[in-house]
Structures are given as structure tokens and as C-alpha cells.
């Protein structure tokens, strides 16, 4: 099933009461199965598609499709993975991957046994009697993981999901990640502002521009996982994203710089 | 260690009586200002024994304030709980109520005595009403701040797993909000027990109940049996307050 996004338009209304634009006609598919990364500067408002992809939040204009489908609510069928982990802090880790399962009337037997499975899924099966607050930044997003799979979504969105964990863990949490996708076979959404994590983990990277956020630049990476994070290939795509990047920033420089001079004006 | 710390605890307490006592008998305390802890035991245990007035013991005393109490608060926590659930979670219920409840909230629950007395006649439906009153706010206003409180995350993740209404309120803000729920209720408890013994001093012509037990002391002019009847409130109190912290130690283990 494709998930369709059709010139997708918001803006958000500032402090004096006039508009500012944050996203700008957005379209792009993204095909059952694939992982699409999508990257742009801090703040040019990709949690802001995200939210609007999972139904959370009404674009102004445009629309959203999973099949035929249009999407005006959040629905089961798109998983979300917040960028801080949504554990309940007073359920166990167990607990918290029922939850799915448990309010919609799934009997006892049953949810536990498909939440042990998708602990399992996520190498925590040792970890179900834990509470939140008793395990490390990189469990709590596997468990949110193993939380927004037992319910079985098609797609899943995951905004900047490993930001705030270390180097280290943030390249084993992609690796695992990788291999539940795989296991899984979900349309995954994946956004982030970091570019390797964008050429390791995607079949395709979207770049957006500063705000207002165009697409800017659309890439294929057509290399099989698992990737070598310092192959030469790999570092040519990074090298086109960051030159787009720094282009980006520059455009915004300029901008800013014009602001000033008008303001200069206005004061003479 | 621990428990030899634990009972240390009660040391201010005990000095304290005992330097009293030391002042009464030295005579620096006069006997008809106040009475000396001693003297205040033998009214306390006249009052467990043969009652005030005769008849009437100092259990059956507690037993009926407690009831008025735990009845008030009680009807306080299952009408503020939802009610406070509701305005925490839609902005449109807060606006449109807080003003009202900010009106009503500052008169005192005293001053609802004469229309308690009007509404209920006078007995335990007004004074478990008065006591409903001063019970009802601070267990509102925890629960809308525990609710509001509640990153809102959970809130949006939760729907997106499929929770509706029902499972939201039940599953994500009760617990979320339950911290500040049981601090609300602390709090409830305290103020209940205060205004009922208040309520009790015109509230209560016979029976039971510590306020009418102290207000029949006042007349048969026995300070030392006032007194003891001010103690127990306060020892009850205190009582009330731990178990409610044991519980609260019990639900809120994931803290
Ligand atoms: N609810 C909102 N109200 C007003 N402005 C918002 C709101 N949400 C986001 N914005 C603005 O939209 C822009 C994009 O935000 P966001 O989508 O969070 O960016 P990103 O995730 O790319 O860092 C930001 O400038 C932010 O201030
Ligand atoms: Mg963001």
C-alpha cells in the first residue's frame, strides 16, 4: 500500500496575527516497504510533515493517502516514534507494549503473548518487569518501537527518534533498527537533520530547504544494507547533501542579511 | 539503624511535654491557663472511660467525626476527580468554569454552616456537606494541574495506538495525574478534618463528635478535658496523613 502525499501546504500564525508559511507544496510517495529518509535544517518544519502525515495535525491545504485512504486522523495503520520516548512512565516495559493491544479489548493471553514477541522483536525480552525510569535512552526507543509495532502499522514515522542518544548507541540503535525493518517490511518514514544517519539507514532521502520546506532534492541510494558508513559511495551522497545544505544556509544568511539593510533603511 | 532514626523522629515532641510538665509543677505555668500534660491525661482517660457527657466516650467521638470525614471527603474525591479530569484535559470546561469555581472557592465552608443547616437540618448530612466543601477544592485543583501536567506525548501516542476517550482518561490521565490526585487529597483530608471539628462546635447539639465533646468540656469549664480533645484531633490527624503516604509509597513505586 503507497502512502501518497498530495501538495501538502501549512502555515502556522506568528505573534502579530500574520501567517507564516512552514510547509510548502509538498508531494512525494513513498512505495510499501521503502525507507525514506527525510533531512533539513533545524526548524524548516519536518515535524511539523510528520505530524500532519500521521493525521495529528490538519494541513491547510492537500491531503494524504495510505492506499485509497485519506488520512484526517490518526489512525492504527501509521506508527509514530517520538523524537523523546513515550513510555508510560507508571507501566512496565511489558506493560507499555501492551498498551496498544489493551485498549482495544485484545484479551490478556493473547496481548502478552504478541507483546513478548515484539520485545523480542527489539532484543528486550529480558527487560519486560522493568520500569521506564530504570533503563537507558536507547532501550526506551526500542520499547517505543516494540510499543508502535504490536499494533501492527503499515507505516511507521519516526521523528529524529535517536537525537538524543550518544554516537555510539545512535549507530547501534540504526543497525537494530535496520534489522527490525527488515524482519518487518514497514513503510518507514524516517526523519532527521544528521546526514550520515540519513545515507545509512535510506532507499531514498529527501532533502528539504529552509523554511518554508520545498523539497529540494530527492536522492536514491541504491546501495544493499548492511552499509559501510565510510565506503566512497556512500561519502559522495553525503557530500551532495551537505553541499545542498550549506547552500541552504547560505540562502538563509542572505535573507537575513536583507532584513537588516531594510530595517537600516527604515531607520535613516 | 533506620528504626532507631524512625522513633528519634517523635523526640521534639516528647521534650517538648516534658519541659511543659517541668514548668507546671515548678508553678511557672499556672494550672488555670493551662493545664499540665499530666492533668490532661487524667481528662483524657475521664473521656475514654466514663464519656463527655456521661456516657458518650471519647471512641464513640472519634468514630463520629471520622464517619463525617471520610463521608465528606469521600463525595469530594468522586465528584472533584472527574470534574477535574474534564477541565484538565479541554481547555473549553477550564475557561468556562474556572470563574465559577474561583467564586465559590474563597467563602469559607463555615460560612455555608446556616445554609447546610437550612438544606440538611442539623446532624451529619450538614456537617459531612461543610466538610465536602473544604475538601472539594484543593482535590480539584491537583487534579487539573496533574492533568495539564502530563507531557502531552503520551497523550498524542496513546492515540495514535488506538486509545479513545474512555482508555485515555483511565489508562493515561488518572495515572499521570495521580501524583498531584493523592496530594490533592492530603491536602482535602487535612482541611476536611479542620473544618469539621469547626463544624461541629455549632453543627452538632448531641451525640457525637469531637467538636460538640470539646464544646461540652467548654461549658462544664474543663480545660484539661478541651485539651485532650485537642490532642486527639491533631494525633488523628497525623494518623490519617501517614497512611495516606504508605499508599501513596505503594501506587507511585514507578517514581
Ligand atoms: N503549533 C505551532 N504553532 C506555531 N508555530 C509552530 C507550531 N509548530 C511548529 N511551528 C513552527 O514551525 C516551524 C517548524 O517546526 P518543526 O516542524 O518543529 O521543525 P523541525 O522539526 O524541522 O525542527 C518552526 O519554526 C516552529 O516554530
Ligand atoms: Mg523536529
Redesign the pocket.
Known amino acids: 500500500m503507497d502512502l501518497k502525499i498530495i501538495d501538502l501546504h501549512k502555515a502556522?500564525?506568528?505573534s502579530e496575527g500574520e501567517r507564516?508559511d512552514?510547509i510548502m507544496n509538498v508531494s512525494f510517495t513513498v512505495g510499501e516497504g521503502k525507507f525514506v529518509c527525510v533531512i533539513?535544517?533545524?526548524?524548516?518544519?519536518?515535524?511539523?510533515?510528520l505530524?500532519m502525515i500521521s493525521g495529528l495535525e490538519r494541513p491547510d491545504r492537500g491531503k494524504i493517502l495510505l492506499g485509497m485512504k485519506e488520512i484526517t486522523e490518526p489512525v492504527r495503520e501509521i506508527g509514530y516514534i517520538f523524537q523523546e520516548p513515550t513510555l508510560l512512565p507508571w507501566r512496565t516495559v511489558i506493560r507499555n507494549v501492551e498498551f496498544g493491544l489493551e485498549i482495544t479489548g485484545v484479551p490478556k493471553e493473547q496481548r502478552r503473548q504478541k507483546a513478548l514477541a515484539a520485545l523480542e522483536l527489539v532484543e528486550l525480552q529480558d527487560f519486560g518487569d522493568f520500569y521506564p525510569k530504570e533503563i537507558s535512552g536507547g532501550m526506551k526507543q526500542k520499547v517505543a518501537m516494540a510499543m508502535a509495532l504490536v499494533v501492527e502499522p503499515k507505516v511507521l514515522l519516526m521523528?529524529?527518534p535517536f537525537v538524543s542518544l550518544d554516537c555510539q548507541t545512535r549507530n547501534y540503535m540504526q543497525t537494530a533498527l535496520l534489522q527490525v525493518w527488515e524482519k518487518t517490511k514497514k513503510t518507514v518514514i524516517f526523519?532527521t537533520?544528521n546526514v550520515e544517519e540519513a545515507v545509512f539507514l535510506g532507499d531514498e532521502i529527501i532533502c528539504?530547504t529552509s523554511?518554508p520546506?520545498e523539497i529540494g532534492k530527492v536522492l536514491a541510494v541504491d546501495i544493499p544494507h548492511p552499509r559501510d558508513r565510510t565506503s566512497p559511495e556512500l561519502n559522495s551522497i553525503r557530500k551532495e547533501i551537505l553541499l545542498f545544505l550549506a547552500k541552504e544556509r547560505e540562502k538563509t544568511r542572505n535573507v537575513n542579511g536583507m532584513f537588516t539593510h531594510v530595517h537600516n533603511l527604515s531607520e535613516v | 539503624m533506620l528504626r532507631i532514626y524512625r522513633s528519634l523522629r517523635y523526640l521534639p515532641v516528647f521534650g517538648v511535654i516534658v519541659i511543659w510538665q517541668i514548668l507546671s509543677s515548678s508553678g511557672i505555668i499556672p494550672g488555670n491557663r493551662l493545664p499540665s500534660p499530666v492533668t490532661i491525661l487524667h481528662g483524657f482517660t475521664e473521656l475514654a472511660s466514663e464519656g463527655l457527657p456521661p456516657g458518650y466516650t471519647l471512641t464513640g467521638h472519634c468514630l463520629g467525626s471520622l464517619k463525617r470525614v471520610l463521608s465528606g471527603a469521600a463525595i469530594a474525591l468522586v465528584t472533584a476527580l472527574p470534574l477535574g479530569m474534564m477541565m484538565g484535559y479541554w481547555a473549553r470546561a477550564r475557561d468556562f468554569l474556572t470563574p465559577f469555581v474561583e467564586m465559590i472557592r474563597p467563602i469559607p465552608p463555615l460560612a455555608w454552616v446556616p445554609i447546610a443547616i437550612l438544606w440538611f437540618g442539623i446532624g451529619d448530612k450538614s456537617a459531612s456537606f461543610i466538610i465536602f466543601l473544604g475538601a472539594f477544592f484543593p482535590i480539584l485543583l491537583n487534579t487539573i494541574g496533574g492533568v495539564l501536567s502530563i507531557n502531552k506525548r503520551f497523550i498524542e501516542s496513546s492515540i495514535i495506538l488506538g486509545a479513545k476517550k474512555g482508555a485515555l482518561f483511565m489508562k493515561v490521565l488518572m495515572p499521570g495525574a495521580m501524583p498531584s490526585i493523592i496530594t490533592g487529597i492530603r491536602i482535602a483530608l487535612g482541611i476536611g478534618w479542620m473544618t469539621l471539628v469547626a463544624a461541629e462546635f455549632t453543627g452538632v447539639k448531641s451525640g457525637y463528635g469531637l467538636g460538640y465533646m470539646i464544646m461540652t468540656a467548654r461549658d462544664i469549664q474543663r480545660p484539661d478535658q478541651i485539651i485532650a480533645g485537642m490532642a486527639v484531633i491533631g494525633v488523628i490527624g497525623y494518623t490519617m496523613d501517614l497512611v495516606i503516604r504508605k499508599i501513596e509509597d505503594r501506587i507511585l513505586r514507578w517514581r
Open positions: 502556522f500564525s506568528a507564516i512552514t533539513g535544517p533545524s526548524g524548516c518544519g519536518k515535524t511539523t510533515l505530524r521523528d529524529e526523519v537533520h528539504f523554511r520546506a
